[in-house]
């Protein structure tokens, strides 16, 4: 007869690999054109939404680090200049390090919290506390 331990690691070893996967936060990717001078994000509110940010937040970090003039149309986010979706998708990725997953637990569920003056990265599932360098 087998004990515990032997049929806890058939059971594992009987899992499809995708399953256990811990993996839950997704960002997507980047759909949009280029119209003329424009760079328009048709995806955008989806994006924001994601990442459980407002949408000024995201918009105003996105505008400074691409060094381009922009607004929100709707649901889409216009640039003002020709810019490669796999720099927007770079730099969006840096902005979910930076002030949407937790330094402690790496997960997603989070809040930003002003404290003082201070901008703090507060974590919804660990607790942990962390203020925000970055400025915006």
Do not use: W
């Not at 960002?27 to 328009?40: A, D, L, M």
């Not at 974590?123 to 925000?132: D, L, Q, R």
């Amino acid at each position: 007869m087998m004990d515990y331990e032997e049929l806890l690691k058939r059971a594992e070893s009987k899992i499809p690999k995708k399953i256990l996967q811990k993996e839950r936060f997704e960002i997507p990717q980047v759909k949009g054109h280029i119209e003329g001078t424009k760079t328009i994000i048709t995806n955008y509110s989806q994006i924001a939404s994601a990442l459980h940010r407002d949408p000024q937040h995201l918009l105003k970090y996105l505008l400074r680090e691409l060094a381009a003039p922009g607004n929100i149309d709707g649901p889409r986010l216009i640039f003002g200049k020709k810019i490669g979706s796999s720099l927007i998708n770079e730099k969006i990725e840096k902005y979910a390090n930076e002030f949407v997953i937790c330094k402690d637990c790496k997960k997603p569920d989070t809040i930003l919290l002003k404290e003082g003056r201070v901008l703090i990265l507060k974590c919804t599932a660990c607790g942990a506390k962390h203020p925000i360098m970055s400025k915006i």
